[in-house]
């Protein structure tokens, strides 16, 4: 059973930085790209940056320049480093391979997440 642990969420003024740490545990491939997404209030989820095993990365129009991930292979973690954070960041932000890990019913698998608020 695959174990995600998000942390290192809290509130931060705009232009503010907050560095993010996630760790995964139990049965992983590591052929998938590992990645962060985000949820804010009223929107769908959606999908802000990603690392394959070889390190290439991948980020959304929204955060490029902002956000940078790096990989630790080793111990299953990704490290997102948000900067010149905007109010538009809050949500709450969720590690995960990408395509998701599923559920024995075939469904998406989630861990809690990290809510992440920027505001004055």
């Known amino acids: 059973q695959v174990q995600l642990v998000e942390s290192g969420g809290g509130l931060v003024q705009p232009g503010g930085s907050l560095r993010l740490s996630c760790a995964a545990s139990?049965?992983?491939?590591?052929?998938?790209?590992m990645g962060w997404y985000r949820q804010a209030p009223g929107k769908q989820r959606e999908l802000v940056a990603s690392?394959?095993?070889?390190?290439?990365?991948d980020y959304a129009d929204s955060v490029k320049g902002r956000f940078t991930i790096s990989r630790n292979n080793a111990e299953n973690t990704v490290y997102p480093q948000m900067n010149s954070l905007k109010p538009d960041d809050t949500a709450v932000y969720y590690c995960?391979?990408?395509?998701?890990?599923?559920?024995?019913?075939?469904?998406?698998?989630w861990g809690k997440g990290t809510l992440v608020t920027v505001s004055s």
């Open positions: 690392m394959s095993r070889d390190g290439s990365t």
């Open positions: 995960n391979r990408n395509p998701p890990f599923l559920t024995p019913s075939g469904m998406d698998y």
């Open positions: 139990g049965s992983i491939n590591n052929i998938y790209a």
